[in-house]
């Protein structure tokens, strides 16, 4: 079992950046996949960012470009850094960690808001 804690949100003019940092507790980090979702106020939950335990990395046709995500295993910390900012990047973010293929089990964060505002 893993535990999350998102930090790093915050109020940021657009243009702007943020550094996420998801810090995991509990044993073998270093097998999980990692994520970064976010939920904007009224909207679903969407994937942003992912990385493999191989360290390979998928993201939103959204934030390419703009967002990278990456790990220190050695921290057992995965951090999403946000460049400029949009403000329909406003959300709150979540990490996720997954462990297993077949019958996967999944671990979320408690979020971390973002807002993108002049």
């Known amino acids: 079992q893993v535990q999350l804690v998102e930090s790093g949100g915050g109020l940021v003019q657009p243009g702007g950046s943020l550094r996420l940092s998801c810090a995991a507790s509990?044993?073998?980090?270093?097998?999980?996949?990692m994520a970064w979702y976010r939920q904007a106020s009224g909207k679903q939950r969407e994937l942003v960012a992912g990385?493999?335990?191989?360290?390979?990395?998928n993201y939103a046709d959204s934030v390419k470009g703009r967002f990278t995500i990456s790990r220190d295993n050695a921290k057992n910390t995965v951090y999403l850094q946000m460049n400029s900012l949009k403000p329909e990047d406003t959300a709150v973010y979540y990490c996720?960690?997954?462990?297993?293929?077949?019958?996967?089990?999944?671990?979320w964060g408690q979020g971390t808001q973002v807002t993108v505002s002049a």
């Open positions: 996720k960690a997954r462990r297993g293929v077949i019958t996967p089990l999944d671990y």
């Open positions: 509990g044993d073998s980090f270093s097998r999980y996949a």
């Open positions: 990385i493999t335990s191989g360290g390979i990395t």
